[in-house]
């Protein structure tokens, strides 16, 4: 059994291999955190209510339940030395519940505050750190107030859930607000929201930054590319000038230091055209815009995570070779596949996933290389991601 810490969270000391990680979620994040947990020699658990889901295909065991399932929850917590989580909707209640039965490094502060908009926001306020102007509206009537404030093009998201652009609603002007307004009165509700104003930014762009509780190391910035509200391209490194580079770096490790961070958080910017960088979201795991450090890096983001949780000591990673990851969704899977003879540059990352679906995310390729916009350009004339042009 591994050695707890004094610490609050049930922080590790040492995590001793052959000890047990179990992991929340069994996408295409667990499956690639556990096979980083199995380089260094631990054992595996999932909870996922898919039999078979992409982690469990690479774990030694599966608890094939609901996330909400605390029965299956106590399961997984009691076969395990360590547990984490691959997504930031896991119920933290339920978390709590078991952490007299397991050590749950990253605590679930840090996933209170980033399932919650408002509050992500408040944090990252509150530590010194440039956001969108936003407001926390609850009722039509504060929405009115807060457009009146932020003005036009503005953004409307729900404080909790939402992905990849669900959950968001952009307002160009009073039209779009009569909408809103039409559609609460027809669905007698309008959820809890906040309002963000329009950040004129010249590009998207993250960087993660890993911890151990006490230590913290930074990635490089990259550059990131969304089509369809879905990440579609990361460029490795960010062309930036070394004044929006280091503040990048900075934000994260206050960032980081404010959660005490355990693992693995992704920090989505925008670079604006002044300059300056501007913290959009939180993520409390390791992040698709993250998948490049797999071979581009000295350590991957999954690997750096693993250590955080497991109390081991974090090497800063050092980008080994530039790169640029592109994500392969469901319509783009039979014409890639279709390439690899011809593509030796290509590391294809296959996620296993039994059901093909159009824009849901079935692996990705990423090319080392000496010139990004080369390789861009070689990819794109491939044709295979055309449907997002």
Same mark, same amino acid.
């Given at each position: 059994?591994?050695?707890?810490?004094?610490?609050?969270?049930?922080?590790?000391?040492?995590?001793?291999?052959?000890?047990?990680?179990?992991?929340?979620?069994?996408?295409?994040?667990?499956?690639?955190?556990?096979?980083?947990? !199995?380089?260094?020699?631990? !054992?595996?658990?999932?909870?996922?209510?898919?039999?078979?889901?992409?982690?469990?295909?690479?774990? &030694?065991?599966?608890?094939?339940?609901?996330?909400?399932?605390?029965?299956?929850?106590?399961?997984?917590?009691?076969?395990? &030395?360590?547990?984490?989580?691959?997504?930031?909707?896991?119920?933290?209640?339920? #978390?709590?519940?078991?952490?007299?039965?397991?050590?749950?490094?990253?605590?679930?502060?840090?996933? !209170?505050?980033?399932?919650?908009?408002?509050?992500?926001?408040?944090?990252?306020?509150?530590?010194?750190?440039?956001?969108?102007?936003?407001?926390?509206?609850?009722?039509? $009537?504060?929405?009115?107030?807060?457009?009146?404030?932020?003005?036009?093009?503005?953004?409307?998201?729900?404080?909790?859930?939402?992905?990849?652009?669900?959950?968001?609603?952009?307002?160009?002007?009073?039209?779009?607000?009569?909408?809103?307004?039409?559609?609460?009165?027809?669905?007698?509700?309008?959820?809890?929201?906040?309002?963000?104003?329009?950040?004129?930014?010249?590009?998207?762009?993250?960087?993660?930054?890993?911890?151990?509780?006490?230590?913290?190391?930074?990635?490089?910035?990259?550059?990131? $590319?969304?089509?369809?509200?879905?990440?579609?391209?990361?460029?490795?490194?960010?062309?930036?000038?070394?004044?929006?580079?280091?503040?990048?770096?900075? #934000?994260?490790?206050?960032?980081?230091?404010?959660?005490?961070?355990?693992?693995?958080?992704?920090?989505?910017?925008?670079?604006?055209?002044?300059?300056?960088?501007?913290?959009? $979201?939180?993520?409390?795991?390791?992040?698709?815009?993250?998948?490049?450090?797999?071979?581009?890096?000295?350590?991957?983001?999954?690997?750096?995570?693993?250590? %955080?949780?497991?109390?081991?000591?974090? =090497?800063?990673?050092?980008? +080994?070779?530039?790169?640029?990851?592109?994500?392969?969704?469901?319509?783009?899977?039979? =014409?890639?596949?279709?390439?690899?003879?011809?593509?030796?540059?290509?590391?294809?990352?296959?996620?296993?996933?039994?059901?093909? !679906?159009?824009?849901?995310?079935?692996?990705?390729?990423?090319?080392?290389?000496?010139?990004?916009?080369?390789?861009?350009?070689? +990819? $794109?004339?491939? %044709?295979?991601?055309?449907?997002?042009?």
């Amino acid at each position: 059994m591994p050695s707890l810490s004094e610490e609050t969270n049930g922080r590790i000391k040492y995590l001793e291999p052959g000890s047990t990680i179990g992991i929340v979620g069994g996408g295409q994040l667990g499956r690639m955190m556990a096979l980083s947990a !199995r380089q260094m020699g631990f !054992r595996i658990g999932v909870l996922d209510p898919t039999p078979n889901c992409p982690t469990a295909q690479v774990a &030694d065991f599966q608890v094939t339940a609901a996330y909400d399932d605390v029965a299956a929850i106590h399961e997984l917590a009691e076969r395990s &030395d360590v547990l984490t989580y691959e997504f930031e909707n896991v119920d933290a209640d339920a #978390l709590d519940d078991v952490r007299h039965l397991v050590a749950i490094p990253q605590g679930t502060d840090l996933l !209170r505050v980033t399932q919650d908009r408002v509050h992500e926001k408040t944090f990252i306020n509150e530590h010194g750190t440039a956001t969108a102007p936003w407001r926390q509206v609850d009722s039509i $009537e504060q929405l009115g107030s807060a457009l009146d404030e932020i003005g036009y093009p503005s953004v409307l998201k729900t404080r909790t859930g939402g992905y990849d652009g669900h959950g968001q609603t952009v307002l160009h002007g009073p039209d779009d607000f009569a909408a809103v307004r039409e559609r609460a009165q027809r669905e007698g509700m309008f959820p809890p929201s906040i309002l963000e104003g329009f950040v004129d930014f010249a590009f998207e762009a993250s960087i993660l930054v890993a911890g151990n509780g006490h230590d913290y190391v930074t990635f490089p910035m990259v550059r990131n $590319e969304h089509r369809n509200n879905i990440l579609h391209m990361t460029i490795a490194p960010a062309a930036v000038s070394p004044e929006v580079e280091r503040e990048a770096h900075e #934000l994260a490790v206050r960032l980081a230091k404010g959660f005490e961070l355990s693992g693995i958080l992704a920090i989505e910017l925008f670079v604006t055209r002044d300059d300056h960088v501007i913290v959009n $979201e939180l993520a409390p795991r390791p992040h698709n815009s993250g998948h490049y450090t797999i071979e581009a890096c000295s350590e991957s983001q999954f690997n750096e995570h693993i250590r %955080g949780i497991a109390g081991w000591p974090l =090497p800063k990673p050092r980008l +080994l070779s530039p790169a640029v990851m592109v994500n392969v969704l469901g319509q783009h899977v039979a =014409p890639t596949r279709a390439l690899i003879p011809e593509h030796p540059e290509w590391h294809l990352h296959d996620y296993g996933k039994a059901e093909v !679906r159009h824009d849901r995310k079935m692996g990705h390729i990423t090319v080392l290389c000496d010139d990004t916009q080369a390789a861009v350009e070689a +990819l $794109e004339a491939t %044709g295979c991601w055309d449907d997002l042009r």
